[in-house]
């Protein structure tokens, strides 16, 4: 390589340089880094002053951030915990391998706990503290796809069994199995939080971490140091979730959150950043977010190096290769990392010159050395004042050798040769027999081994296992009869929309002796919107920090009151946020022992349609609460549009097999479905979560008509008869939420125009009903011989007579879902297609579901009957007045 000539000048700067760091090393030596460090920010200031430019970087050096000086020393066994974790190891390779063996493709994975081992089991022996009956413990979300490492662990501590193991991904085998990943719905006792859609657990656990400090500061519970940390991956950190909540953490100087990030440069396809580098990019994205980051890249092996690299050349060089190449080096030999790494500069060769090829190609990653781990982790917990990332450097698929280690197919590797596993038993000094490496044979060696004696008496010590979850919460007791009594008489003729309707019932619900301080209402930034502003100063809006300015609306009753007690999570403009703290307070019930009851309030459209992924982890939480749909319904948003107007949340709440889906017309409604979800989730103890759509447009509130409770909850009932029950010309009229009066609307019209007689029904539950069909038919499919059941639906409508018409503000699959409980068809009205900035009622035409067309619709069905003419429906276009040229919703 050339050599660029030094000029004369350029020798005086080089000196002046020299001089200026020997001056601040002695800073260093005599008065210490604290006063250094001073001393660099003040000199920082000083320049900025003198209009000097001082160059930004949000990174430090590709070096370990904990200095070696600074390391506090390992405090465990390292020899036996290094046991212990090759038989996790070994253990978790063998469910993998030996599940696939049983049953081709049942899949599993060995890379990703490869990597992690030592990040999980430095935590497990150190750190994770158990929930107790003093203590709430540490709430740990472990990476999703190393379950098999968590699982053979547990293994190991006698918590789970060799048939429970050779049954992971079988959980239908008679003993039972294990889940491919954490789940609290397949496996209560055990996870506590599903991790495996990625970018979710991040997110979660940051909320997690400040709902935690929202009970403290609510004095909900006793203010401790437990602490909240997430295992993540690096291919992870792309999901916009996973970064997008972290300035919330330092905001809220989050020091009981830590974040582990398991960089092994890969995710699933290949590198996460093969032309730069992953983690300088995180680094440095924390912190400008203001975290306190740890990197852990080198372990103890190149402590020797960097002592000898006073010049900073080792560093550079390290932070100049790319994470493809750094990948190539786990394949490589030593001589090719000497080549690659060291040869471009004599006096980096110079360094390595003692170490064999052999003794290079060894060199430890810093997330595989107990000691970094430990001391980042001690760190870590001890940090004041922002949440702290780990960002630790580890290897794919460590331990599988040739076969697996730092490849970029390692990700599905779930198969291994004799050669493989037997390697793998000796790089790992297990004593494991000839004929149990070919059968890959689970391994635990007996109670009173060393290893199972230390890491019974390490867990003994941190208060019991982890992870384990239990219910600790007791059933709320019974609370005053008839808490929502003034929503069932209606509103006597007074205009209320049922959003403040339910407004008026959070109000009741939050001033109740019992329940008022286990509310949580949560709010996207829709306070307003929804008519909530005056819990603004009812019960204050959290703040971790009180309120230090005086709020613009002071003079005002209803005033931005944020408090160190607020009881309202006013989380901004984030709906991902919102249903994480919903997810928090909504199973706090097991996470702390408190029945804490959410109510996040969101406009609809935003909320299944935008955070379905993490509406499915909240019911895999086993998560209670309300989900309140503000502005629902595609027509009843006047003036708003495509973004805005939602006629699908309702069919997107079907899936979700614990959401009790609710389209209320009136205040009755809500309130008899609030009080019965309290009962069944707060009383009973249902795994259940309730999704109720409330709207903005006033009308008078009926009362609610005697014995209408049941179908109230199961979905349907008869709301008003048509007044000439002898008529020949017969129809159901069902009508849902927004759409319900239309259907009454269109009853008059029907009865006084055209002679039909029409039963009003509300439909509360398209949900209810499709569910409750489906059960019964399943247990008429398995009861032969007994005397069928018969669906709730088709309860309703026996006996009832007339063609059958559904309206609702949502898409016509809805009653077309439950069609076949009907005891003859239906047709369909609903609101597929772009919504549209319109009126309520140009809107209702445009999609076809107002009375006109309801009746039209009604009059259609008695033709198809042969019991009207069809001159007679021709003219009822005409009479009300509907253009048949108009439109298509569908498509237009
Ligand atoms: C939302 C989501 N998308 C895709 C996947 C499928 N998937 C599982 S693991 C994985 C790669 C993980 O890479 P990384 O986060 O780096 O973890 P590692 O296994 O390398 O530790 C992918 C894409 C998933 N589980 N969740
Ligand atoms: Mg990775």
């Known amino acids: 390589m050339a050599v660029r000539p030094i000029i004369p000048s350029e020798v005086d700067e080089l000196e002046e340089i020299w001089e200026w760091i020997e001056s601040f090393d002695t800073v260093v030596e005599q008065g210490g880094r604290d006063l250094a460090s001073k001393i660099l920010q003040e000199i920082r200031n000083r320049a900025l002053a003198c209009g000097v430019q001082v160059p930004f970087t949000a990174n430090t050096p590709y070096l370990n951030t904990i200095h070696l000086s600074q390391q506090a020393p390992f405090e465990g066994d390292q020899e036996i915990e290094r046991k212990i974790k090759s038989l996790v190891r070994w253990n978790a390779l063998a469910m993998v391998v030996r599940a696939n063996r049983v049953e081709h493709n049942i899949g599993g994975h060995i890379s990703t706990y490869g990597s992690v081992a030592t990040l999980f089991e430095v935590g497990f022996n150190h750190f994770f503290r158990a929930r107790s009956e003093d203590f709430e413990g540490d709430t740990v979300y472990l990476q999703g796809h190393a379950a098999p490492g968590v699982y053979a662990r547990a293994f190991l501590e006698g ?199 052999e003794q290079l190609q060894k060199l430890r990653q810093g997330g595989h050395d107990p000691k970094k781990v430990y001391a980042a982790y001690k760190a870590a917990v001890e940090h004041k004042g922002s949440p702290t990332v780990i960002l630790a450097r580890t290897i794919k698929g460590y331990g599988l050798g040739e076969a697996g280690e730092g490849r970029n197919v390692t990700h599905q590797q779930k198969k291994v040769d004799e050669d493989t596993l037997r390697h793998f038993g000796e790089r790992f000094g297990l004593k494991i027999r000839e004929d149990q490496i070919a059968e890959v044979s689970f391994y635990r060696p007996s109670d009173d081994s060393p290893e199972i004696q230390y890491m019974q008496k390490c867990r003994r010590k941190l208060g019991g296992y982890v992870p384990q979850r239990r219910v600790r ?32 019932m959070l109000r009741k619900m939050l001033r109740d002796p019992e329940m008022g301080k286990l509310i949580v209402p949560i709010v996207p930034d829709e306070a307003r919107t929804f008519g909530m502003e005056s819990l603004f100063r009812l019960v204050g809006i959290y703040s971790s920090q009180g309120q230090l300015y005086e709020p613009v ?48 309030i969101f406009y609809s459209m935003f909320g299944l349609q935008r955070v379905a992924d993490l509406i499915w982890a909240a019911a895999d939480t086993r998560c209670r609460g309300f989900l309140l749909g503000g502005t629902a319904g595609r027509t009843t948003l006047a003036g708003e549009g495509l973004q805005h107007q939602d006629g699908n949340s309702h069919i997107l709440a079907l899936p ?225 007045d509907i253009r048949i040229e108009k439109p298509d919703p569908l498509t237009a």
């Open 553 to 600: 609306d002071m003079n005002t009753l209803l005033y931005y009151k944020e408090a160190k007690d607020g009881q309202i999570l006013e989380e901004g403009i984030t709906e991902a946020g919102s249903i994480s703290s919903f997810i928090a307070a909504g199973s706090a019930y097991s996470t702390h022992g408190i029945n804490t009851i959410p109510f996040f």
């Open 473 to 504: 919460s007791m059933p709320l007791s019974a609370h005053e009869e008839n808490l929502f009594t003034e929503f069932l008489t209606g509103s006597e003729g007074r205009e209320v929309s049922t959003t403040m309707a339910f407004v008026g």
């Open 656 to 880: 979700v097999p614990t959401l009790q889906a609710y389209d209320p017309a009136f205040a009755y409604e809500i309130a008899t479905i609030i009080e019965e979800g309290i009962d069944r989730m707060y009383r009973k103890g249902e795994s259940i979560f309730y999704y109720i759509t409330v709207m903005n447009e006033p009308y008078a509130m009926p009362s609610m008509p005697s014995g209408s409770r049941e179908g109230i909850l199961k979905g349907m009932y008869r709301f008003r008869p048509a007044n000439n029950g002898k008529s020949k010309l017969r129809a159901q009229l069902f009508g849902s939420g927004a759409i319900l009066r239309e259907a009454l609307k269109a009853q008059e019209v029907l009865e006084e125009k055209y002679g039909v007689a029409a039963d009003v029904w509300s439909v509360t539950s398209y949900k209810s009903l499709y569910m409750d069909g489906i059960e019964t038919e399943r247990w008429n499919l398995l009861h032969p011989t007994e005397k069928p059941r018969v669906p709730y639906l088709s309860q309703c409508l026996a006996g009832t007579q007339g063609v059958l018409v559904a309206a609702s503000d949502y898409l016509k699959a809805q009653a077309n879902l439950v069609s076949k409980w009907m005891p003859r068809r239906v047709a369909s009205l609903g609101t597929d297609g772009f919504g549209r900035s319109e009126s309520r009622h140009s809107l209702r035409d445009f999609f076809e579901v107002d009375w006109r067309f309801i009746a039209l619709a009604t009059l259609r069905e008695l033709l198809g009957e042969g019991r009207v003419q069809a001159a007679l429906v021709q003219r009822a276009i005409k009479d009300l």
């Open 159 to 357: 918590r789970l069994t060799a048939q429970q193991l050779e049954n992971f991904r079988r959980e239908l085998k008679s003993g039972g199995g294990l889940s491919s990943y954490p789940h609290p719905w397949l496996m209560p006792e055990f996870w506590e939080f599903p991790t495996v859609s990625m970018g979710l657990s991040p997110i979660m656990a940051i909320y997690q971490a400040r709902f935690n400090r929202y009970l403290e500061d609510r004095g909900l519970k006793p203010p401790t140091d437990a602490k909240v940390w997430a295992f993540l991956g690096d291919g992870e950190t792309d999901e916009p979730e996973t970064l997008g909540a972290i300035t919330l953490a330092s905001r809220e100087h989050l020091d009981n959150l830590i974040f582990v990030v398991n960089c092994n440069l890969q995710r699933l396809d290949g590198p996460v950043r093969g032309n730069g580098h992953i983690i300088q990019e995180l680094e440095a994205a924390f912190r400008g977010a203001g975290w306190n980051c740890i990197k852990v890249i080198w372990g103890s092996d190149w402590d020797p190096l960097f002592e000898q690299d006073v010049d900073g050349l080792l560093a550079k060089r390290l932070g100049e290769i790319v994470d493809g190449e750094y990948q190539k080096f786990i394949v490589e030999s030593g001589a090719y990392i000497r080549e690659h790494v060291f040869s471009g500069d004599p006096r980096l060769l110079k360094m390595v010159e003692s170490y064999t090829d």
